[in-house]
């Protein structure tokens, strides 16, 4: 059966070759030129949740960055080129950082228990537990802790890009990008914007992580 789906990859492709030309011969040609997305998309490598698939985009139109529990960490090289390549040569208008409820990576950041490797990574959203723990531990649902950490760990992530200096730099510049927080509903198919305060925050954080 693996092997059949595997085989049936190659085939789903074609037929979405031919589809996609038929509705727009240059669809090809056109990608290949080059890309210029508007949005930087900083997700949940959970494969229940593609990204310009869920925000209704195509191909080309968003740049994606995806981990487990869609954690924006200083000393990640990987997050933090992408944040700087899409703000500095892409020049995306929009960086998102979206969440979704039914997070594992956070979920499992609740757990009391040794992960191997994934400790360290988890630590991160241990630690947004730690800064907001007279809110969370004020939940007798636990269900509705475990939503409401997936949105204060969005939040944090967003404040940790704005700390970044290529977004406090361009945004001086040119008045963009704006950070966004969104969590996806995976029971409703439907995304939620957190309406981050990114102005409010940008200013704040810019007395301490002044870098531009």
Not at 12 to 26: H, L
Not at 144 to 169: G, S
Not at 191 to 201: G, M, S
Request: with cysteine.
């Amino acid at each position: 059966m693996t092997n059949e789906l595997y085989q049936s990859i190659f085939e789903n492709n074609r037929r979405w070759v031919e589809e996609k030309r038929a509705s727009d011969p240059e669809f090809f040609a056109r990608l290949a030129r080059g890309q210029k997305p508007e949005f930087l998309y900083i997700g949940c490598a959970d494969s229940r949740v593609p990204a310009n698939e869920i925000m209704g985009l195509e191909p080309g139109q968003v740049f994606v960055h995806r981990n487990i529990a869609n954690l924006v960490v200083n000393i990640d090289v990987n997050a933090n080129s992408v944040i700087q390549y899409a703000v500095e040569q892409l020049k995306v208008r929009h960086i998102v950082v979206c969440g979704h409820y039914g997070c594992g990576g956070v979920k499992a950041a609740l757990q009391s228990e040794d992960m191997g490797l994934l400790n360290g990574w988890l630590r991160e959203v241990r630690d947004v537990y730690r800064l907001h723990e007279k809110e969370l531990d004020a939940f007798t649902d636990e269900q509705a802790r475990y939503d409401r950490l997936v949105e204060l760990n969005v939040h944090e992530q967003c404040v940790n890009v704005i700390k970044t200096a290529f977004v406090q730099r361009s945004y001086r510049r040119h008045g963009f990008p704006i950070v966004h927080g969104w969590v996806y509903h995976l029971d409703e198919g439907l995304l939620r914007d957190l309406e981050i305060p990114f102005v409010d925050i940008l200013d704040r954080i810019r007395r301490i992580y002044h870098l531009d």
